[in-house]
């Protein structure tokens, strides 16, 4: 026979020998078990003991009227004046909306990104600028009288 500790099946044997529920051959089986296994001598030695410790609790005793005082606490919290925002939708709607709320707000694009954008598009004004003037500044010498005459002295 497996070791109740070894296996979860064997628990409900437990329980069984220790309520006297088991089958009389199931039973002799699992107390040849208890004689070799230590283990699952002292589990039924302290289930022996839980149960009989249950067995002698007693529960306290109630007054007469608990249940009319029970039904008006229960009726006195149903009763209860709540929020306005609870009577139409509850607090989880509100949460989350309130959640979204914070996120939209408290959320912005990072200045790093902001930032690198602004530096790329200054770049490439920059660089537009710097051809456009030496663009200019080509065209400019072609049209000087004397870029024209050297020009036409080396042909």
């Known amino acids: 026979m497996n070791c109740i500790l070894n296996t979860h099946e064997q628990e409900e044997l437990l329980l069984g020998y220790c309520a006297s529920t088991l089958d009389p051959d199931v039973a002799r089986t699992y ?13 039924v030695e302290m289930q022996k003991l839980v149960d009989e ?8 005793e109630l007054s007469p009227n608990f249940d009319q005082k029970l039904f008006a606490r229960i009726r006195a919290e149903q009763e209860a004046a709540k929020p306005w925002w609870q ?3 509850g607090w989880k709607p509100l949460a989350l909306a309130a959640l ?3 996120c939209v707000l408290v959320w ?3 200045d790093t990104e902001l930032a690198q954008q602004n530096d790329s598009i200054k770049a490439d004004e920059i660089e537009q600028v710097e051809k ?16 024209v005459a050297t020009t036409r002295e080396s042909l």
């Open 31 to 43: 107390e040849r078990h208890l004689a070799t296994c230590e283990h699952c001598a002292a589990m």
């Open 53 to 60: 410790s249950l067995e002698a609790w007693a529960p306290p």
């Open 87 to 89: 009577l139409f939708f």
């Open 100 to 102: 979204v709320l914070i």
């Open 108 to 110: 912005t694009p990072a």
């Open 132 to 147: 456009a003037l030496d663009v200019m500044e080509g065209l400019q010498a072609l049209h000087t009288p004397d870029t």
